[in-house]
């Protein structure tokens, strides 16, 4: 019985790792190489200490970067098989439009600081603190449950999303050129139009910021006081660069989709799509339960205003009504 499990355990472990190796599937060696090259590369560099301490938020920036990357390594690989891309005009629209969300969210990265050495999403160590403190986690484990985590989440599973959020456009650089179509045409406006819309919420929270750290007394009214930003796009939503990168994703893999054709299989194409929106939703969570501790007004802001999807703000009666409808009871 001893070597029957000694020989299920290999057997397990064999076909993981010929699992592991296929990943990602229907891929050349060439992106499977890069793709793995990346995770265990970025996993090994949190290991190297910046200013004193460990860093996990490699991945974070390699967020805007890996997706392009590899829309420009297919881009290529399809003009050296075909001689010519630039007859698939929707699949060269799609592989422009990620190039510049790509470009703006690196510009938007630098000016904050994510690029300098030692930065670190906020977020970060409070997750590594909820680890800590979990209690279902023995304190003898802890550790051990940090690295999976590190490994598995932050660096396997995020760069695979980021994979999957591309694939859509080389499914679309792979099937045969068609023509443009009105809703084509529409689609590849509104995804323009987020970017822009991404854009706009994201230098907005910028100059807010740069007004806060200015910290002169004059200023001190308003959103400065409050500490959070409540005007312009964030009127409408409480994080209108999430609701605007989120859609993006979706509608790019809905103008795939449209632009392959019915007959084209479609399951693959929304995956990386969807699986962000859950996980935007979850990141959202964490973001809205550091901020509700820390800003004293912003529970009422989330009363005030919509979450995700722009919508006019509630007036105060209909605040007070909601108010009164999730107060506890007795």
């Known amino acids: 019985m001893f070597e029957c499990a000694v020989h299920s355990i290999e057997v397990f472990k064999a076909q993981t790792l010929r699992a592991f190796e296929r990943f990602p599937l229907d891929e050349t060696e060439h992106i499977r ?128 999303l980021l994979y999957y959020l591309a694939v859509p456009v080389r499914q679309l650089l792979r099937a045969p050129p068609g023509e443009w179509s009105i809703g084509t045409a529409l689609l590849a406006l509104l995804m323009a139009a987020l970017l822009v819309g991404e854009a706009v919420a994201d230098q907005q929270q910028f100059n807010f910021q740069q007004l806060k750290n200015q910290k002169r007394e004059e200023e001190h009214n308003g959103d400065v006081a409050a500490g959070f930003v409540t005007t312009g796009l964030w009127r409408f939503s409480r994080h209108p660069n999430v609701f605007c990168e989120q859609a993006f994703w979706v509608t790019l893999a809905v103008f795939c989709r449209y632009a392959m054709g019915a007959e084209e299989e479609c399951c693959q194409l929304f995956i990386g799509s969807f699986v962000l929106v859950a996980l935007m939703w979850a990141s959202v969570s964490l973001t809205e339960s550091i901020s509700s501790k820390k800003y004293p007004l912003y529970q009422a802001y989330q009363l005030r205003t919509s979450r995700l999807i722009p919508c006019v703000p509630l007036t105060n009666a209909q605040v007070v009504s909601r108010a009164h409808k999730h107060r506890p009871r007795n």
């Open 33 to 160: 190489g890069l793709f793995w090259g990346t995770v265990i590369g970025s996993w090994l560099l949190t290991f190297v200490k910046q200013n004193g301490q460990r860093n996990y938020g490699i991945v974070d920036r390699l967020w805007p970067v890996f997706p392009a990357g590899l829309v420009v390594q297919w881009t290529y690989d399809s003009w050296r098989q075909t001689g010519d891309i630039l007859e698939n005009g929707q699949a060269m629209a799609a592989v422009s439009l990620v190039v510049v969300w790509a470009i703006r969210l690196c510009y938007n990265a630098a000016r904050r600081g994510d690029y300098a050495v030692g930065a670190e999403d906020y977020r970060w160590p409070v997750v590594r603190q909820n680890i800590k403190q979990c209690r279902f986690i023995p304190r003898i484990l802890q550790g051990f449950v940090l690295e999976l985590f590190n490994a598995v989440f932050i660096a396997w599973f995020q760069l695979s």
